[in-house]
């Protein structure tokens, strides 16, 4: 067998191969179980000779895509995952076929794209020019930014260049109320650690941050520098932080106001600048997820900051291949990676295609979905609503006041698997005020009113089982 590669004709069968499948895997969204429990490693070995084409996609066709998520449709509810809308999709094919690497302008196009995506998305959140920044591969990698540039910012406070020469002797205590798990993490790979966080307390049966408690921790804080980490919907309860008097506080004490607005700026589409995120224009830096409510492929999001060039003070390296253009940084130079895919395509053809109303339909027809299913969770006598529906999260667990505390916990969990399992949603755990719950998080362009009523039957079949085993 050789597998010597014959440019035209692996070309032409495998786009005749991708259409294929790509129609059926797309054709069956709606109908096959949304989660493939329990996978396995498939029963392939690796071989010195290689297969055929045929071959090849044959293996991909019966071992692989089976036991795919129908993560892309309707119903899966799980993490805040959006789906590819049809034009970030077709983007995203021709990414891998154009296989552009948005570095450093002066070979093509595509920086160019990048810098008008970026100012396409202020447009569309109505952020102020001041804003600079570059897409990432997702909020992680934001977050991860935003720890970074705020580690720069604390360093110059202190006369230390923290990127140059490390973080050795640098004074900084970091606020925080209800950081998200990826903040937690960026914030230990910039060498603050996971656990140096000063928490700020909530508001009653909320997650927004006390805004008079952080105003006593920042006046009682002895250290050089401060950082705030701030919510524009939080994990579980979708709250949003009152920006605008946080942002008085940092301004009183130099700190620096990090913004994690991942799905939640994009409430900022159907209400405006005055809705729950007012104020996230006076941030330092700000977190966005595409692949979220954007609804385009893996991998997407971005980071915006006021301080560029600390942004770039943090990300340059010097070397005369690397080096930047006289004019503006290069992209190399505002983010993690040098080599960066052309992820910005999907995101500008979304925009161009939906344009602001269209965006604003899919969200806001979420929101009014995500408050049907609350609404009527609220009144079914087998489940409690655990906390208000907020924005396009139900926050949930089924009725267990004749448990015990431990038969309860064990109750919520042996539900959640039941309903995963049945296939027809999927849902993600979580905790509120110590107790387990199921988390319904609607975010994708397609869910409609009958997805929530194939929801609400499987909700409570299930339900039934359980209760009559």
Partial sequence: MTTTLKNSEDTSYYLSQFNELTQKFMGQLKSQNVAKLNTKQPDVIFSDEGRSKEQATQILSEKIIPYLSASAGPRYWGFVTGGANPAALFADWMVSTFDQNVSKDG??????????????????????EVFNGVITTGATAANFLGAVVARQFSGNQQGIDIAQVGMQGLSVELFSACPHASMIKGLGLAGFGQQQITRVDTLENSEQMDVEHLSVLLTNSKAKSKIVIASSATVTATSFDDLE????????????????????????????????????????????????????????????????????????????????????????????????RFRALP????????????????????????????????LQPQFELSVACQLNVVVFRPESKHLSGEQAQAFTTSFLEEVNKEGKIFLSPGLWQGQKVMRAALSNWQTSKEDIELAKASLKSCYKMLVTE
């Fill in 107 to 128: 070979d093509s196009i595509s920086s160019a794209v990048e810098r008008q995506t970026l100012d396409w998305l202020k447009d569309l959140f109505y952020l102020p």
């Fill in 245 to 340: 008097a946080i942002s008085v506080l940092c301004q009183q004490h130099q700190a620096w106001l990090h913004v994690d607005a991942a799905f939640g700026l994009f409430e900022r589409v159907v209400t405006g600048k005055e809705g729950k995120t007012k104020g996230i224009e006076l941030a330092d830096s700000i977190t966005l997820d595409f692949h979220k409510w954007l609804n385009v492929p893996y991998d997407a999001g971005a980071f915006f900051t006021r301080h560029t060039s600390l942004l770039v003070q943090c990300c340059e390296v010097d070397a005369p291949y690397l080096t930047n253009n006289d004019t503006q940084p290069d992209f190399l130079a505002l983010g993690i990676e040098n080599s960066r």
């Fill in 347 to 378: 995101v500008w053809f979304t925009l161009l295609k939906y344009g602001r109303k269209g965006i604003k339909e899919w969200v806001k027809r979420n929101i009014d979905m995500a408050s049907e299913l609350a609404s009527w969770i609220e």
